[in-house]
């Protein structure tokens, strides 16, 4: 990183993910109250516009090329089954969190299942037509930067 920008402040400081969901109240029911996402702010509009911002904790941005979709796609399901954007959200418990989910409305795609970088990962069908893992780390990230494969680009040789 150039000296100067690890001096200024972060040219963003705050991620939002805009979805727009046919079923608002079902949606807002799932992420609201059975992922437990918090309700930071709610406005309304003429003609019955509504949104819900739903504090999601720490956001990152998660940049995949083809061949590692594929792969996480293989691990955690088995098979090619996600669309372009996958939203994932980091839990306590994992096992608890999707049998909560699914009674909520979810369809299970896979069951948690220990990924090779040490964490259990689910898949859902959500509403808002969204597809959703959560995830729970087995391991710190300390720990897991240990494993075969795990490191950053700033740790390759450019």
């Known amino acids: 990183m150039?000296?100067?920008?690890?001096?200024?402040p972060p040219a963003v400081?705050?991620?939002?993910?805009?979805?727009?969901?046919?079923?608002?109240?079902?949606?807002?029911a799932f992420f609201r109250d059975a992922l437990g996402l918090p309700e930071q702010a709610a406005f309304?509009?003429?003609?019955?516009?509504?949104?819900?911002?739903?504090?999601?904790g720490r956001a990152t941005l998660e940049i995949a090329n083809p061949a590692q979709k594929r792969m996480i796609d293989d691990v955690e399901v088995g098979r090619q089954v996600a669309p372009r954007i996958r939203v994932a959200f980091e839990v306590d418990d994992a096992r608890a969190a999707t049998a909560r989910l699914v009674a909520a409305g979810a369809e299970e795609i896979a069951p948690p299942t220990?990924?090779?970088?040490?964490?259990?990962?689910?898949?859902?069908?959500?509403?808002?037509?969204?597809?959703?893992?959560?995830?729970?780390?087995?391991?710190?990230?300390?720990?897991?930067?240990?494993?075969?494969?795990?490191?950053?680009?700033?740790?390759?040789?450019r």
């Open 114 to 157: 220990v990924t090779p970088w040490q964490s259990l990962n689910a898949r859902l069908d959500a509403p808002a037509d969204l597809h959703i893992t959560v995830f729970q780390e087995l391991r710190t990230l300390e720990e897991r930067s240990t494993l075969d494969g795990f490191g950053t680009d700033g740790d390759r040789e």
């Open 2 to 8: 150039p000296q100067d920008a690890a001096d200024s």
């Open 13 to 28: 400081r705050q991620l939002r993910l805009v979805v727009e969901a046919e079923d608002y109240e079902s949606a807002v």
């Open 44 to 56: 309304s509009g003429d003609g019955d516009a509504r949104v819900v911002i739903l504090d999601a």
